[in-house]
């Protein structure tokens, strides 16, 4: 048999597509490494109709604080470049650290091209035109600067911002003025890339108008099923799961510390005995002080002191130390044997190191130890350097050694939240030790959070944010005062047809606590989310007094103007006065029902108390 000579033809090599279906090998890798996928398609899918089939070209991507979303990047990433999207820049918050550990990120998934640093591309030798990009830039204006240097006007860039509510708003937006990193940002987009923002916390994003983001494409990053979140340590019914310490609002005893400390050492001793045996792991406890390096230096004295008295068996406290950890051990752990438990502990206690993040530095040198724990105790005390953007593996216990005696910031405390993640292995041994007021408005924080997003997520237009006397939504430098107004009070979902049963169910004879769950199963959850309904009943304290519905109101004979829409039911300056209120001044939570005469119909919830409502009119309002 002869075998033809082979030739060389270059169209069989010019000609290939050698980049595309990134997107399925980056689905691959994930399934294999045991990760769920759902909501990484089903984020993916949404931001790729925005571009494509809305013609969207700036809108929010939002998911729970350390729920995956830089998988999720990776993969969005890879389907850009299947889809013929060529020049990708990637914004990550003014860290070094932060910027080395996603790049590895990126790098590691195999994407091509490789992801690179901007620093990568700036030398005149390196040629952008023709070929694809995925670069990584700091928010920092030096960086930036250099970046619109080298890529001068590059055609569809399409900018991917992490913690997008971090830095990129404009903070000078009521002086007519824009900060440095708003603008740069801006002019990286230019008149015609596309800006996706990344956050856990979006409500800046949209009182800001941030790069005229349009609440309407906004795309839901849902958690996956191992996550373990909001629900979990801030729950509106029931008790946690986990173990909860509340501490008086006022002083900080060292006591407490100690006591938190010790906790840990005491759940890690019974975690690797019982429950991870044969086999042992490292956990971490995360001592979350104020931005004071003083308050970080007292705090790394009184955890060294009482470490050191546990390893220095003659010092003066080692008996009383050692009695604490043994009656922690016996009522945490009746299963178990406290003398083996305290054994472990203070066979072990040399196996510590405490790492204190005070500043940038800090958190470049010794990021992956807190990171990633190398010692069976490690003790990491640390204030706003660990507040955001940090995923801390095999993180056990978090002690809040202060109370904040000022208004608290929603996107701060939530960012803040750094138990959340996938902590169901050992979910049941996780304490969290904190002041009782502080949990409390921690506890709202989430809760108004959640509310707000509950419609967004059933695609019902621009959101509504809460805040109170103890909880501001966002910075107030960044709320857009030409768009967004500040009322108390009401919100709505979205139009339903209006029939007899409706009036029937309202002007019911069972229970205000029966009538509502008939009110929210006759409406659907669209129009009465499951969630307000949850939030309702578990903030009513049983209480049937504390609800009021309202008979249905008609509003065909309201008078017209152009701040009504009768046949959308919705009004600017709101629906609900006192005199709708009527004699219900007892009630805190107020449902009221209002029809067009021309079938439809809307839930106005309005809740009277310190609860204050900011909603952005500039949005494509269509139902809040």
């Not at 105790?377 to 640390?382: D, L, M, N, S």
């Not at 904190?434 to 709202?444: A, E, T």
């Not at 009110?519 to 903030?539: C, H, N, V």
Request: charge should be positive.
């Amino acid at each position: 048999m002869i075998v033809a000579e082979a030739s060389f033809e270059i169209s069989r090599f010019s000609n290939r597509k050698s980049t595309m279906g990134q997107y399925e090998r980056q689905l691959q890798r994930l399934r294999a490494a045991g990760k769920e996928v759902l909501a990484v398609e089903s984020a993916v899918r949404d931001a790729l109709r925005n571009l494509q089939k809305l013609q969207g070209r700036s809108f929010v991507i939002y998911g729970e604080p350390q729920s995956g979303k830089t998988e999720m990047m990776i993969c969005l990433t890879a389907k850009l470049l299947d889809e013929r999207f060529d020049f990708i820049v990637h914004l990550l918050n003014d860290s070094v650290d932060l910027l080395g550990q996603n790049l590895g990120r990126f790098k590691a998934s195999g994407l091509a091209p490789a992801a690179r640093n901007f620093s990568e591309i700036v030398d005149p030798a390196v040629v952008l035109k023709g070929q694809s990009h995925v670069i990584f830039c700091k928010k920092n204006g030096a960086d930036l600067r250099k970046l619109l240097e080298k890529i001068g006007k590059v055609k569809g860039i399409v900018v991917i911002d992490d913690e997008a509510d971090f830095a990129s708003p404009n903070a000078k937006i009521n002086k007519g003025e824009k900060t440095k990193i708003n603008k740069l940002i801006s002019d990286l987009i230019g008149s015609d890339g596309y800006y996706i923002g990344v956050t856990a916390t979006p409500a800046r994003l949209d009182l800001n108008n941030t790069f005229d983001n349009d609440s309407n494409l906004w795309v839901d990053f849902p958690p996956h099923r191992k996550y373990t979140g909001q629900d979990i340590f801030f729950p509106l019914d029931g008790g946690v799961r986990y173990f909860q310490t509340l501490l008086p609002d006022s002083g900080s005893d060292p006591r407490h510390a100690r006591k938190a400390l010790f906790g840990f050492l005491v759940n890690v001793a019974y975690l690797n005995l019982y429950v991870n045996a044969p086999l042992e792991k490292n956990y971490s406890i995360l001592i979350h002080t104020s931005g004071k390096k003083a308050d970080h230096k007292t705090d790394w004295a009184n955890a060294h002191g009482a470490l050191t008295a546990l390893i220095q068996r003659s010092s003066a406290d080692f008996e009383k130390y050692t009695r604490q950890i043994w009656t922690l051990s016996r009522d945490r752990f009746p299963d178990a044997d406290s003398d083996i438990i305290t054994s472990y502990v203070l066979e072990n206690i040399t196996r510590h190191s405490i790492v204190v993040l005070n500043s940038e530095r800090d958190w470049k040198d010794n990021s992956s130890a807190a990171t990633s724990p190398t010692s069976l105790f490690t003790i990491i005390i640390g204030g706003n350097i660990v507040s955001r953007g940090v995923t801390l593996d095999n993180l056990l216990s978090m002690y809040f050694t202060r109370d904040v005696q000022h208004k608290i910031q929603q996107d701060t405390y939530i960012q803040r939240a750094r138990m959340f993640g996938s902590r169901g292995e050992y979910l049941n041994f996780f304490e969290l030790t904190i002041p009782q007021g502080l949990y409390l408005d921690w506890h709202r924080c989430f809760v108004f959070h959640r509310l707000a997003l509950a419609a967004i997520k059933e695609g019902l237009g621009s959101l509504v944010w809460l805040g109170d006397t103890r909880i501001q939504a966002v910075s107030s430098a960044s709320i857009d005062r030409s768009t967004v107004d500040l009322d108390r009070g009401e919100m709505s979902f979205s139009l339903f047809p209006f029939s007899d049963q409706i009036a029937q169910v309202i002007n019911g004879s069972g229970s205000v606590f029966e009538l509502i769950e008939q009110l929210a199963a006759a409406l659907g959850p669209t129009a009465f989310p499951e969630y307000l309904l949850r939030y309702i009943r578990g903030t009513s304290s049983g209480m049937k007094t504390a609800i009021a519905i309202h008979d249905p109101i008609p509003i065909a004979g309201y008078s017209d103007g152009s701040d009504i829409d009768k046949d959308q039911i919705l009004r600017k300056r709101g629906f609900i006065g006192k005199s709708q209120i009527g004699k219900a001044t007892s009630a805190v939570h107020h449902l009221f029902v209002l029809y067009n005469g021309k079938g439809n119909a809307r839930l106005v919830y309005k809740f009277i108390g310190s609860i204050q409502f900011i909603k952005n009119n500039a949005s494509h309002d269509t139902g809040i």
